[in-house]
């Protein structure tokens, strides 16, 4: 059986996106990811066995092209054409230019399902799986249209496409319990939770994984590490975060493993201030290479606010990787957190809105050595049920009951 799978991450991409591809391939289905659609450059791959594609959108339209070619060899004409369509006739289409150049190359790869994360490509699924005939699988990666980072007017479009699509799925998962109840009250059907769990790792990987995450940080072996990992973005409260470096302990740093344009703001920060040795940023490492790295940390911050309702039920890749990784959180006190917290034990919740606050959360859980212990003895509890061998077979499962 082959499955078409659509995401629109155009830089990395998810590792929840590779980890469901991978465990279709492993079950004998073929796999094609379209992933992104405004990449740097267009390229195609293989990973485990999933045909990766990656796209390049040259902002033109196969319908104007159509257009342009029945014209007199004039280009001042075309030129005019091109500027009345774009402003003017594009307004009114429900199917823009961007949309028939997803939806070309989705058509490359006609499949028996149609597998779209994230709300951006609903839209492209829906037709796909309709032309086709065959079932639409939605992962709802986060409740995309809350994010506060969204102008209203894409807001309001993006809420329309989800009640318009969520009803024309055969299968409908998302992230978490909680994501879930907010789905099930909106649309009167419980989505299928699947955890952003990490892949187990070999045994004793982490055996020298405090040499190794203070090495590639330019610290000595004794140093205490605190980590962040994940895209470095305004809207996650990093600068708190950085800004709470300067409240660490001698001999303690802040590692910051991602990146995005807001690194440089952080970069700002710190420059010239007398505690800038303190916060070590190493830029992106590989989703196969994250786990060691991480495991060298002493403890790992997720540092989110709830400034929306994205946020506010958020369940983070990272958590699960630390967890996975032996290493105690923390984090600001949200829902999935203060869950985790109860359940497992691997996560202490407080206030990190400000930078004294985040320090002192920070310290006091690493100066406390039999806390620290505890913990992670907790994570190495969690991680036998936190972790993508048992998520992918829900993932199975849920997929042999699709009518085909």
Request: glycine share 8%; charged share 25%; proline share 4%.
């Given at each position: 059986?082959?499955?078409?799978?659509?995401?629109?991450?155009?830089?990395?991409?998810?590792?929840?996106?590779?980890?469901?591809?991978?465990?279709?391939?492993?079950?004998?289905?073929?796999?094609?990811?379209?992933?992104?659609?405004?990449?740097?450059?267009?390229?195609?791959y293989?990973?485990?066995?999933?045909?990766?594609?990656?796209?390049?959108?040259?902002?033109?339209?196969?319908?104007?092209r159509?257009?342009?070619?029945?014209?007199?060899?004039?280009?001042?004409?075309?030129?005019?054409?091109?500027?009345?369509?774009?402003?003017?006739?594009?307004?009114?289409?429900?199917?823009?230019?961007?949309?028939?150049?997803?939806?070309?190359?989705?058509?490359?790869?006609?499949?028996?399902?149609?597998?779209?994360?994230?709300?951006?490509?609903?839209?492209?699924?829906?037709?796909?799986?309709?032309e086709?005939?065959v079932p639409?699988?939605?992962?709802?990666?986060?409740?995309?249209?809350?994010q506060?980072?969204?102008?209203?007017?894409?807001?309001?479009?993006?809420?329309?496409?989800?009640?318009?699509?969520?009803?024309?799925?055969?299968?409908?998962?998302?992230?978490?319990?909680?994501?879930?109840?907010?789905?099930?009250?909106?649309?009167?059907?419980?989505p299928?939770?699947?955890?952003?769990?990490?892949?187990?790792?070999?045994?004793?990987?982490?055996?020298?994984?405090?040499?190794?995450?203070?090495?590639?940080?330019?610290?000595?072996?004794?140093?205490?590490?605190?980590?962040?990992?994940?895209?470095?973005?305004?809207?996650?409260?990093?600068?708190?975060?950085?800004?709470?470096?300067?409240?660490?302990?001698?001999?303690?740093?802040?590692?910051?493993?991602?990146?995005?344009?807001?690194?440089?703001?952080?970069?700002?920060?710190?420059?010239?201030?007398?505690?800038?040795?303190?916060?070590?940023?190493?830029?992106?490492?590989?989703?196969?290479?994250?786990?060691?790295?991480?495991?060298?940390?002493?403890?790992?911050?997720?540092?989110?606010?709830?400034?929306?309702?994205?946020?506010?039920?958020?369940?983070?890749?990272?958590?699960?990787?630390?967890?996975?990784?032996?290493?105690?959180?923390?984090?600001?006190?949200?829902?999935?957190?203060?869950?985790?917290?109860?359940?497992?034990?691997?996560?202490?919740?407080?206030?990190?809105?400000?930078?004294?606050?985040?320090?002192?959360?920070?310290?006091?859980?690493?100066?406390?050595?039999?806390?620290?212990?505890?913990?992670?003895?907790?994570?190495?509890?969690a991680?036998?049920?936190?972790?993508?061998?048992?998520?992918?077979?829900?993932?199975?499962?849920?997929?042999?009951?699709?009518?085909?």
């Amino acid at each position: 059986m082959r499955v078409l799978m659509m995401v629109p991450d155009c830089q990395m991409i998810d590792r929840r996106v590779l980890q469901q591809g991978r465990t279709l391939v492993e079950a004998g289905y073929e796999v094609v990811l379209l992933a992104g659609f405004e990449c740097a450059k267009a390229e195609e791959y293989d990973w485990h066995g999933v045909r990766v594609v990656r796209c390049q959108f040259d902002w033109d339209d196969t319908r104007l092209r159509a257009i342009r070619a029945k014209l007199p060899d004039n280009d001042r004409l075309k030129g005019l054409v091109n500027k009345l369509w774009m402003k003017v006739i594009v307004r009114g289409l429900s199917i823009k230019p961007y949309d028939t150049f997803v939806l070309a190359q989705g058509r490359r790869s006609r499949a028996d399902v149609v597998h779209v994360h994230d709300l951006p490509l609903l839209k492209h699924g829906v037709i796909l799986s309709r032309e086709w005939g065959v079932p639409l699988v939605f992962d709802a990666h986060e409740i995309y249209y809350e994010q506060e980072c969204l102008p209203p007017r894409v807001q309001r479009r993006l809420r329309r496409e989800e009640r318009r699509g969520v009803p024309r799925t055969a299968l409908f998962s998302t992230v978490n319990e909680a994501i879930a109840l907010h789905y099930e009250k909106l649309y009167g059907r419980k989505p299928m939770v699947l955890l952003n769990c990490a892949d187990r790792p070999a045994a004793g990987f982490d055996a020298e994984s405090r040499e190794l995450l203070r090495k590639k940080a330019g610290l000595a072996s004794d140093a205490g590490v605190v980590l962040y990992q994940g895209w470095i973005s305004g809207e996650r409260n990093l600068t708190t975060l950085v800004r709470a470096a300067e409240f660490l302990p001698a001999g303690s740093y802040l590692v910051m493993i991602g990146y995005g344009a807001h690194e440089a703001d952080l970069r700002a920060i710190v420059e010239g201030k007398a505690w800038a040795d303190k916060v070590r940023f190493l830029g992106r490492v590989e989703p196969e290479d994250i786990l060691p790295l991480t495991a060298g940390a002493d403890v790992g911050v997720i540092p989110y606010l709830p400034i929306d309702l994205n946020h506010e039920l958020c369940s983070p890749n990272k958590f699960f990787e630390y967890v996975q990784s032996g290493v105690p959180v923390v984090a600001h006190d949200l829902v999935f957190f203060r869950g985790m917290k109860e359940k497992y034990g691997v996560v202490e919740v407080g206030d990190l809105s400000n930078p004294a606050g985040m320090a002192q959360a920070i310290n006091s859980l690493a100066a406390d050595s039999g806390t620290l212990k505890s913990m992670r003895g907790a994570c190495a509890r969690a991680a036998e049920e936190l972790n993508w061998e048992v998520e992918g077979k829900k993932l199975l499962a849920a997929y042999r009951n699709l009518s085909v």
